[in-house]
């Protein structure tokens, strides 16, 4: 049996306040939907009076895969100490006059090459081969400013060797914010790897040790407890939620005349025959619905990373769709999103995967107080956070028929919801603020950490 939790070497020394180590990569000002939730983790570790370094890569390598939204670190709080570190993907270079000749004249052998060159050190392709890097960042760190915790937030999964290393060096503690799991595939919804293969030796030692598993729903925390089942009092669900400042904070009163609009903000990282359900299911309300037939479905987010962000299939078929009111405007600053929700009279949440999935967008959507279309399959962990919400159209799946319904039935709630049914759809969402959820948590895991 795995032994219990490992004790912390003793309390700060008077007058010195505790400090973690937060292996955070994808902080701000990393335009990706995993930076929310690092931002607050931050901030409220030094609402409870710790310091914090944060580990992240160089921005510049950011803007290589999925961009840059410098108005993010404006929520940081400035005593954050962040450290960047020169580490990039290689595969998402898109300069070829830096290409050696055997990238340049086969770059798929080229690619072949790379993933078993980065999994020699740690199995994790892209991200492994920065093992020591990382290893050395947190020794530094410690040696400059004693850490009474380290955090490891995964993907990347690498940063699991960081902490370890840590904590076998110098009997640092440390806790792990998995998300969305990594034993667990949770698009498909299956094991994503054996217990006795390489990925599985290393999450199994890591967790042995660990003083906190966090995930981001029940389903992938019933996994783990499942799995692990002498971890099982270890494992916490800390939802992702929403910042209270996306949100427009008011009623909405939608002006059928001028045209409904409808609108999705996220990642574009969905199927192709996913993204021409929705479109097609669009098409077919604009043509059935009279309130629809001057209405407009605007989207907003990135598409893909390295040299197919912006430019690829995706973008392409929302360009043919324009003929029916749909139109793309691509990233958006987090600055922006109040005031483009507040444009918007119908949210549309499309999302990938099923119920090991929940995504941070389904909350920032309930705040909207908007009606909300969903194109996800039906038993869907976002099914279980929207439920009793009033506004909700329901998960009818990736259905063309259902979902013409759907967007039919959100466009009368959008010009016929009364005050009293958009107060209780804000009360809904009210429960999932990301600083409320984020408090308990980190407040939660200090706690863990002094017995």
Same mark, same amino acid.
């Given at each position: 049996?795995?032994?219990?939790?490992?004790?912390?070497?003793?309390?700060?020394?008077?007058? +010195? +306040?505790?400090?973690?180590?937060?292996?955070?990569?994808?902080?701000?000002?990393?335009?990706?939907?995993?930076?929310?939730?690092?931002? /607050?983790?931050?901030?409220?570790?030094?609402?409870?009076?710790?310091?914090?370094?944060?580990?992240?890569?160089?921005?510049?390598?950011?803007?290589?895969?999925?961009?840059? $939204?410098?108005?993010? =670190?404006?929520?940081? $709080?400035?005593?954050?100490?962040?450290?960047?570190?020169? =580490?990039?993907?290689?595969?998402? /270079?898109?300069?070829?006059?830096?290409?050696?000749?055997?990238?340049?004249?086969?770059?798929?052998?080229?690619?072949?090459?790379?993933?078993?060159?980065?999994?020699?050190?740690?199995?994790?392709?892209? &991200?492994?081969?920065?093992?020591?890097?990382?290893?050395?960042?947190?020794?530094?760190?410690?040696?400059?400013?004693? @850490?009474?915790?380290?955090?490891?937030?995964?993907? !990347?999964?690498?940063?699991? @060797?960081?902490?370890?290393?840590?904590?076998?060096?110098?009997?640092?503690?440390?806790?792990?914010? &998995?998300?969305?799991?990594?034993?667990? $595939?949770?698009?498909?919804?299956?094991?994503?790897?054996?217990?006795?293969? *390489?990925?599985?030796?290393?999450?199994?030692?890591?967790?042995?040790?660990?003083?906190?598993?966090?995930?981001?729903?029940?389903?992938?925390?019933?996994?783990?407890?499942?799995?692990? !089942?002498?971890?099982?009092?270890?494992?916490?669900?800390?939802?992702?939620?929403?910042?209270?400042?996306?949100? !427009?904070?008011?009623?909405? %009163?939608?002006?059928?005349?001028?045209?409904?609009?409808?609108?999705?903000?996220?990642?574009?990282?969905?199927?192709?025959?996913?993204?021409?359900?929705?479109?097609?299911?669009?098409?077919?309300?604009?043509?059935?619905?009279?309130?629809?037939?001057?209405?407009?479905?605007?989207?907003?987010?990135?598409?893909? %990373?390295?040299?197919? +962000?912006?430019?690829?299939?995706?973008?392409?078929?929302?360009?043919? @769709? /324009?003929?029916?009111?749909? &139109?793309?405007?691509?990233?958006?600053?987090?600055?922006?999103?109040?005031?483009?929700?507040?444009?918007?009279?119908?949210?549309?949440?499309?999302?990938?995967?099923?119920?090991?999935?929940?995504?941070?967008?389904?909350?920032?959507?309930?705040?909207?107080?908007?009606?909300?279309?969903?194109?996800?399959?039906?038993?869907?962990?976002?099914?279980?956070?929207?439920?009793?919400? !009033?506004?909700?159209?329901?998960?009818?799946?990736? $259905?063309?028929?259902?979902?013409? *319904?759907?967007?039919?039935?959100?466009?009368?709630?959008?010009?016929?919801?009364?005050?009293?049914?958009?107060? /209780?759809?804000?009360?809904?969402?009210?429960?999932?603020?990301?600083?409320?959820?984020?408090?308990?948590?980190?407040? %939660?895991?200090?706690?863990?950490?002094?017995?």
């Amino acid at each position: 049996m795995a032994s219990s939790p490992p004790s912390p070497s003793g309390p700060p020394a008077e007058g +010195r +306040r505790p400090h973690v180590i937060y292996l955070a990569i994808g902080f701000p000002p990393a335009a990706k939907s995993s930076t929310y939730r690092m931002r /607050e983790t931050a901030n409220q570790f030094v609402k409870v009076g710790w310091d914090v370094t944060v580990v992240n890569i160089a921005r510049e390598s950011w803007e290589l895969d999925s961009g840059i $939204d410098l108005s993010l =670190l404006d929520a940081v $709080d400035p005593r954050v100490e962040i450290v960047e570190l020169p =580490l990039a993907r290689e595969d998402l /270079e898109t300069d070829l006059r830096l290409y050696d000749e055997a990238r340049a004249l086969n770059p798929n052998g080229w690619v072949a090459s790379l993933r078993r060159r980065q999994t020699k050190t740690f199995p994790e392709p892209n &991200f492994g081969e920065w093992r020591s890097d990382l290893e050395q960042a947190v020794a530094k760190i410690h040696r400059e400013k004693t @850490a009474d915790l380290v955090l490891a937030s995964c993907v !990347p999964y690498v940063n699991l @060797a960081a902490a370890w290393k840590l904590w076998e060096d110098e009997r640092v503690p440390y806790a792990v914010d &998995f998300r969305d799991g990594w034993s667990i $595939d949770v698009i498909d919804g299956v094991e994503a790897f054996a217990r006795d293969s *390489e990925e599985g030796r290393w999450e199994k030692k890591v967790l042995d040790q660990a003083v906190s598993l966090w995930v981001v729903n029940d389903p992938i925390a019933e996994h783990y407890r499942t799995r692990y !089942p002498e971890f099982a009092d270890r494992v916490h669900v800390v939802r992702n939620g929403y910042d209270a400042d996306s949100s !427009p904070g008011r009623v909405h %009163n939608a002006d059928p005349d001028k045209g409904l609009v409808f609108g999705y903000l996220g990642t574009v990282n969905f199927s192709i025959p996913h993204l021409e359900t929705v479109l097609n299911a669009w098409r077919a309300a604009r043509e059935k619905e009279p309130l629809l037939a001057h209405a407009r479905f605007e989207l907003r987010g990135h598409i893909g %990373n390295g040299a197919n +962000r912006g430019a690829n299939r995706h973008a392409e078929v929302l360009k043919e @769709a /324009e003929a029916d009111g749909v &139109f793309f405007g691509g990233p958006a600053a987090k600055a922006e999103v109040a005031s483009i929700y507040a444009g918007w009279d119908a949210m549309v949440l499309i999302l990938i995967g099923g119920r090991y999935v929940t995504s941070g967008k389904v909350y920032e959507y309930m705040a909207t107080g908007l009606p909300i279309v969903s194109a996800h399959a039906v038993e869907h962990d976002a099914s279980n956070v929207l439920r009793g919400h !009033p506004l909700w159209t329901g998960a009818p799946g990736l $259905d063309v028929e259902g979902l013409t *319904e759907s967007f039919i039935r959100a466009a009368h709630m959008a010009v016929e919801t009364t005050d009293e049914e958009h107060a /209780e759809a804000m009360a809904h969402a009210n429960q999932f603020t990301r600083e409320a959820l984020m408090s308990v948590a980190v407040k %939660n895991l200090v706690e863990e950490l002094a017995k």
